[in-house]
């Protein structure tokens, strides 16, 4: 059965080098914003972003909670950055899209084998960005805390639905600044 849901050939959308507004480059380390490459809509990055982190196992309960608050974001127009890489993350991407909400989706790796659904970057409601060079092709542990440490960065606001206690993730989170 073919997915409905047809991949973009890497060739058809190349990444490009990506200027972050003042505001969030502020934000950035400045030898991190300097690698970030996309494709997708970049003017998504001039809103208020809403941070989605959450750590890869979590109680059933707590994703339900997390997938009843999509609607409202996707109703306000918010737009969700996230590396939308745990289970929780990568359902409400899911489910994000669906109601044609928008999403910056932050890679732990490069992006020459990674291919994102066509129909949300054709519409300009999605963004993904990485500062990986193209030979990252698998996701580490340092680079998914890399990923998180932009994501974080990224974020006007932060939504931790779930964080396992004394992981990198909890220590990251206990020191976000309040925007």
Known sequence: MESKHKPIPAATWPARAVA?????????????????????????????????VASRQCPGHVLLETLDRVPEWAQAGRVVVSGFHSPLEQQVLRSLLRRQGRAVKVLARGMADYRPRREPLAAGRMLVLTAFPPEARRTTRASALERNRLVLALAAELVVPYVATESPLALMVRNYPTR
Not at 24 to 49: C, D, M, Q, T
């Open 20 to 52: 972050l507004p003042p505001e969030l480059a502020r934000r950035v380390e400045p030898g991190l914003a300097a690698r970030i490459v996309g494709a997708g809509n970049s003017a998504l990055l001039a809103e208020s972003l809403l941070g989605l």
